[in-house]
C-alpha cells in the first residue's frame, strides 16, 4: 500500500512538473512588443515556395521598391554580421531571449556588439531584391507577422 501512495504521488508530481513547463514556456512564449517595419515603405509576404516545410518555415520575405536601407525592427544589441554565399550579409540583433535575423543586406552600417534603437539602419538594400526576415525566442522560430507594423506607402500618407 505504501508503495502505491509513492508511486502515485510521483506520477502526479511528474504530470504536474511537464503540465507546469508547458504552461510557463507559453507565458513566457509572449512578446508583448510591436516590431518596427524593417522598411520604411516595404511589405512583407509568406515565403512562395514549390513545397512545403514541416513544421512551417516561418520566415517573411521582404521587398520595397523606394528603401535603400533596412531598419532595426527594435532597440537591440547586434550578435552577428556574416557574409553569405551570394555576397550579401546576413545580421542577427537580440533582445532578452528573442533573436531578429535579416537575410539580404548589400552592405552592413552596425557592428558586433553594437547597442542599437529601433528605427535605426543596419545597413544598405539594393532596391527590388528579396530580404529574409526571421523571429526565434531563443532557438525555436516564431511567427513575426503579427508584430510586425508594414504598410505600404499608401496607408501611410491616411
Known amino acids: 500500500m505504501k508503495k502505491k501512495i509513492l508511486l502515485l504521488a510521483g506520477l502526479i508530481f511528474i504530470i504536474g ?10 507565458s513566457e512564449q509572449k512578446f508583448d ?3 518596427l517595419c524593417p522598411f520604411e515603405n516595404g511589405m512583407g509576404r509568406e515565403p512562395k515556395e514549390a513545397f512545403t516545410w514541416d513544421p512551417p518555415d516561418k520566415k517573411v ?3 520595397s521598391k523606394t528603401d535603400t536601407a533596412i531598419r532595426s525592427c527594435i532597440d537591440a544589441k547586434v550578435l552577428s554580421i556574416n557574409p553569405t554565399e551570394d555576397g550579401r550579409f546576413e545580421i542577427v540583433i ?4 528573442w533573436y531578429f535575423w535579416y ?7 552596425v557592428n558586433v ?6 528605427g535605426q539602419v ?19 522560430p516564431m511567427d513575426s507577422r503579427e508584430f510586425l507594423e508594414c504598410k505600404p506607402a499608401e496607408e501611410k500618407k491616411e
Do not use: H
Open 61 to 63: 520575405i521582404m521587398m
Open 17 to 26: 512538473s511537464v503540465f507546469g513547463q508547458k504552461n510557463k514556456s507559453n
Open 113 to 118: 556588439n553594437q547597442q542599437i534603437k529601433a
Open 33 to 35: 512588443k510591436k516590431l
Open 103 to 109: 537575410y539580404g543586406i548589400s552592405k552592413a552600417l
Open 122 to 140: 543596419l545597413g544598405l538594400y539594393k532596391i527590388g531584391q528579396e530580404m529574409e526576415f526571421r523571429m526565434f525566442k531563443d532557438e525555436e
Open 94 to 97: 537580440y533582445y532578452k531571449e
